[in-house]
């Protein structure tokens, strides 16, 4: 509309301009004889009158000026201004009503398709608002489950508390051992909150690691140790090379992941089921694995990603004491240290949790690239 516009404008100032010329020039014929051809007439310019005729001139042309493309290009350029406040206002009006709902705790809904049509930066103003609402809305939601799991974890030592309190009253003869059961579920109590804690630091980018070189054959040897002195009937298979494997790392922080891992292999595999645990070290790729096998049920496929969310269980699992903080703990620490974690059910059966880690050599290499 504004180049229909333009253009039409510029046509008729050029034919104003051409009839200003004409204007100021004038026709002036030769002297001839008759028997004799007559020489061109010259195009003289009026120098006496070219005073007046252009004041005249410009009264004349103003008022020969067409009325119609005047009336036209005012009134597109009224349209086309009133478009071009249009396409500013609405988007930023859009987006101030949903900034004011997400300020008032209402998160709305997408604003984003109402604004797109432009394809311009309003446009993607209005994706980045909606990737916002949208994470922030997730965090909401996260926030709110975690909260209810934890008050539901809460409420069961604290119900085994008040009833060993309660035996202790109807009968102090059975003070010792209701004291010490108010001692176990005060100890599960303080672990599953400490846990909890680690995990909100690790999510919040508040922890921050105080890194050592870490020798995984000494520590897997040791959690290992542990867990049979612990559990004289468990059967593991300890696989490790005979190079010393180095990472750098926090060392109590690997531990408590590595020992969630084992720990629960042993917990959910049959009891006459065996633990297999083998450490590689690739010198090629400068990684570390760690793989967990158990011969249990594993979990359902679609349970695979999720077990390493907080408070969420295998739905196999659920008959087995536990809080569902392990497998999220070992996930936050792995990749706080640069790994990542991976969980897969075995054919024909049988569950493993594999832990990739960088070693020491390979994070170095990778350091000058940041």
Not at 154 to 172: D, E, F, K, T
Not at 201 to 229: A, N, P, W, Y
Request: some cysteine.
């Amino acid at each position: 509309m504004a180049l229909i516009s333009t253009v039409i404008t510029v046509g008729n100032i050029v034919q104003w301009e051409l009839n200003q010329k004409a204007l100021h020039h004038r026709e002036v014929q030769q002297p001839c004889l008759p028997t004799a051809s007559c020489p061109p007439a010259v195009i003289e310019q009026d120098e006496t009158s070219l005073g007046t005729w252009r004041v005249l001139n410009y009264a004349q042309l103003s008022l020969n000026f067409p009325i119609s493309a005047l009336l036209f290009c005012l009134i597109a350029s009224a349209v086309f201004a009133g478009i071009l406040a249009w396409s500013i206002s609405h988007p930023v009006k859009l987006l101030l009503e949903h900034l004011k709902s997400a300020a008032n705790g209402e998160l709305p809904g997408v604003v984003s398709p109402k604004i797109t049509a432009s394809h311009d930066e309003f446009s993607e103003l209005a994706e980045a608002f909606d990737l916002m609402t949208s994470r922030i809305d997730n965090m909401i939601k996260s926030q709110s489950k975690m909260l209810h799991h934890v008050s539901h974890e809460l409420r069961s030592p604290l119900a085994r508390i008040q009833m060993a309190v309660g035996l202790v009253m109807q009968n102090p003869k059975k003070m010792q051992s209701s004291l010490q059961r108010v001692e176990l579920e005060a100890v599960r109590m303080e672990r599953m909150i400490a846990e909890l804690l680690e995990i909100f630091r690790f999510e919040s980018g508040m922890h921050k690691l105080q890194k050592t070189e870490v020798d995984l054959k000494g520590l897997l040897t040791g959690i290992v140790g542990d867990v049979l002195f612990e559990k004289h009937e468990a059967k593991v298979r300890l696989d490790m090379p005979e190079d010393d494997v180095v990472v750098e790392g926090q060392l109590e922080l690997l531990q408590r992941a590595i020992d969630n891992v084992i720990r629960n292999a042993v917990k959910y595999g049959p009891e006459e089921g065996i633990v297999s645990i083998e450490l590689q070290h690739s010198a090629r790729t400068g990684e570390v694995t760690l793989e967990v096998r158990d011969q249990g049920a594993g979990v359902d496929p679609q349970e695979l990603e999720q077990i390493f969310r907080p408070f969420v269980r295998g739905r196999r699992a659920s008959q087995v004491d536990g809080h569902g903080i392990g497998l999220a703990m070992t996930k936050h620490i792995v990749e706080a240290h640069g790994g990542f974690v991976k969980a897969a059910n075995l054919n024909p059966y049988g569950f493993m949790i594999r832990i990739h880690l960088p070693t020491r050599q390979a994070r170095l290499t990778q350091e000058p690239k940041k």
